[in-house]
């Protein structure tokens, strides 16, 4: 099926009204910075925020409007485009105008009805999860954007915790040993993870199951941790392949070891689309040293750490302290959050016509096809498309 290039009825010449909505409770990121205003306001857009977006990470509504945006919580309702960081609420969906443009993460394999809810809605989707990992679609990568965050601050949240200091000092008082990491995945995240603790003057060592991934690690400074899996390797995206349960089984007796002698274990590994492998044992962490950190970053896809509770620091028996966070990067929200926005903006910046002054949704472009779900009051995307009844049974 293609939807062919779309020009959104923007009523003549009228000018095209683009909104960041607050967020749901606890999330102090936005769509809309005051950086972004302006690369907006270029495109012609007029650009509208709710009141105290950015209020939690030192943007305040000030800042908006000398950036040159109108503070309006009720401008959602007839926004041409709504850029925002987490899905919206069921209601938020009805209450948004027909003909929309809505760009957020979306959380597509929830498979929660929202997607539905869109199309009924007559609302276009994009969703930020589904852009295509290409050099062409990279200053829209929002999931590469927040995951090198957030395996920077996965890094400072193990440090924080540590009783060690982690480079090696050498002083009258005597001689401190490097604190030892071990990455598990190695993926944008992990390989933000390895630069800074490195950078901070931990011994770290890491392994994926991409075997692409070991030149990147040495090149880090990093030891690779070689375990043999047999036949493992990576999609046409460069998302991992998911393991037998046998190479899974050799995968935790590898890595016992390696984590066992760490006073940090940083795991980041995911599969696209699907639940996270359960790589670290109860056992695995009991053979780990008191006072040692385990940060699991795939808590919120089920966990790569057994034990790991999603937002929750758990202290075991063992003495070991297990951290899920679901979104690590917003230790460092006001950065996470001008990311974001940029990839939104670059986004709309992609999809904008110059000429028209309206929006480009053509799928016969790689990135539109990529990301766009819903469409014309449908479900688009082939990945969530229901099937045609014609092409069942
Ligand atoms: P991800 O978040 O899906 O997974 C993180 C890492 O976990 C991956 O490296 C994966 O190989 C690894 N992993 C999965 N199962 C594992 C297991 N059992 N044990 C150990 N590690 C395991 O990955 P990501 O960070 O989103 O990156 C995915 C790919 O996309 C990478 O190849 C990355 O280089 C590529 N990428 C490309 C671009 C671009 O070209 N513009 C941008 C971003 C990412």
Same mark, same amino acid.
């Given at each position: 099926?293609? #939807? ?30 005051? %950086? ?8 012609? =857009?007029? @650009? ?17 409007? $000398? ?9 959602? *309702? ?8 987490? &899905?919206?609420? &069921?209601?938020? @969906? ?31 989707? @994009?969703?930020?999860? +589904? ?33 060690? #200091?982690? &480079?090696?000092? +050498? ?19 992990? !390989? ?5 603790? /490195? ?18 690690? /040495? ?37 016992? /070891? ?8 940083? *795991? *980041?590994?995911? !599969? ?15 053979? +780990? /040293? ?6 699991? =970053? ?14 929750? %620091?758990? #202290? *075991?028996?063992?003495?070991?302290? !297990? ?25 709309? $910046?992609?999809?904008?016509?110059? $000429? ?15 990301? =766009? ?5 449908? #479900? ?5 498309? &229901? ?7």
């Amino acid at each position: 099926m293609v #939807v062919s290039e779309h020009e959104f009825e923007a009523g003549g010449n009228r000018v095209m009204k683009v909104f960041a909505p607050k967020e749901a409770e606890g999330e102090r990121r936005a769509g809309i910075v005051p %950086e972004t205003v302006g690369r907006l306001a270029k495109l012609g =857009l007029e @650009v509208a925020v709710a009141p105290g977006i950015g209020a939690a990470v030192g943007m305040p509504d000030e800042a908006y409007r $000398e950036a040159g945006a109108t503070v309006d919580a009720g401008a959602g *309702t007839d926004a041409d485009i709504v850029l925002r960081v987490r &899905p919206p609420e &069921p209601a938020e @969906v009805a209450g948004l105008k027909r003909g929309a443009l809505h760009v957020s993460f979306l959380d597509p394999f929830a498979k929660d009805g929202r997607l539905e809810a869109f199309a009924n809605a007559g609302v276009s989707t @994009v969703s930020l999860e +589904m852009m295509p990992r290409t050099t062409l679609a990279q200053k829209m990568d929002a999931l590469s954007s927040q995951a090198s965050l957030a395996g920077y601050a996965a890094v400072l949240m193990a440090a924080a915790r540590l009783p060690d #200091v982690l &480079p090696m000092m +050498m002083t009258p008082a005597g001689t401190l040993q490097p604190a030892r990491f071990f990455i598990i995945g190695v993926g944008v995240a992990g !390989l933000q993870a390895i630069a800074t603790a /490195k950078r901070l003057g931990a011994r770290v060592e890491a392994f994926d199951t991409r075997p692409v991934v070991e030149e990147q690690v /040495k090149s880090l400074g990093a030891r690779f941790l070689k375990v043999d899996l047999g036949d493992t390797g990576q999609t046409e995206q460069g998302y991992a392949k998911e393991l037998t349960e046998e190479q899974l089984g050799k995968q935790r007796e590898g890595m016992a /070891k390696a984590c066992a002698q760490a006073d940090v274990v940083i *795991t *980041t590994a995911k !599969l696209f689309g699907r639940p996270a492998p359960r790589i670290v044992t109860a056992a695995m962490v009991a053979g +780990m /040293k008191p006072g040692s950190i385990v940060i699991d =970053l795939a808590a919120e896809t089920g966990g790569n750490v057994e034990g790991s509770r999603v937002d929750e %620091e758990v #202290v *075991t028996d063992g003495g070991v302290r !297990l951290l899920g966070p679901r979104t690590a990067e917003c230790q460092v929200a006001r950065d996470a959050s001008r990311m974001l926005a940029s990839n939104l903006a670059a986004f709309v $910046e992609h999809v904008h016509d110059a $000429e028209g002054g309206g929006l480009k949704l053509d799928r016969g472009d790689e990135i539109i096809r990529g990301c =766009l779900m819903t469409h014309d009051g449908r #479900v688009v995307h082939e990945k969530f498309a &229901p099937e045609p009844e014609s092409e069942k049974g």
